[in-house]
């Protein structure tokens, strides 16, 4: 009775810790555990992006490189993660390194060809960056996910909301 009583606690424990791993990195839920340096990231990013509508730059680069921060340790820790990757080169692309931040994009297209976070932000660093043909090519990808995403992008090759950034 006691070795059951041990193998059925022991299976409670890995079914509870399993079931709080297995979602997604962007759910952006609280499960109640202390959060991931992604998501902390992703907080960060949120913040920045209201102050960027506030036209606070130097307040949302600040929020930006503390997102940074965050997504180079997560990426240590977890390679190979498209969201992550994703975020990356947003972050680098905000803080003003197209470079850099390309090379972020690119390898989450690698892990990831349709994600559509890429793809959007890949195509906003192209138009940016004066490559409206890959810009384009990175719409093409968009277009059968019925997105906002594909909208977003549509609008800024168009050149009806083209950032600085």
Same mark, same amino acid.
């Given at each position: ?38 998501? !902390? +990231?992703?907080?960060?990013?949120? #913040? /920045?992006? $209201?102050?960027?509508? &506030?036209?606070?730059? =130097? !307040? +949302?680069s600040?929020?930006?490189? #503390? /997102?940074? $921060?965050?997504?180079? &340790?997560?990426?240590? =820790? !977890? ?50 960056t ?36």
């Amino acid at each position: 009775m006691i070795k059951f009583s041990i193998i059925s606690l022991f299976l409670t424990i890995l079914i509870t810790t399993n079931s709080f791993s297995a979602g997604s990195s962007s759910s952006g839920g609280d499960s109640g555990s202390m959060k991931s340096d992604y998501e !902390k +990231a992703v907080s960060f990013i949120k #913040k /920045a992006k $209201k102050y960027e509508k &506030k036209e606070k730059v =130097k !307040k +949302a680069s600040k929020e930006y490189a #503390k /997102a940074q $921060k965050l997504l180079l &340790k997560s990426n240590k =820790k !977890k390679p190979g993660q498209a969201d992550t990757l994703n975020y990356l080169g947003f972050t680098t692309r905000k803080l003003g390194d197209f470079e850099e931040g390309e090379k972020y994009y690119l390898q989450g297209l690698a892990i990831n060809p349709n994600h559509v976070g890429i793809n959007e932000y890949l195509g906003e660093l192209y138009v940016v960056t004066g490559r409206h043909n890959l810009a384009v090519e990175r719409l093409e990808v968009l277009k059968s996910c019925n997105c906002e995403e594909y909208k977003q992008l549509e609008a800024i090759i168009a050149g009806e909301k083209v950032s600085k950034y």
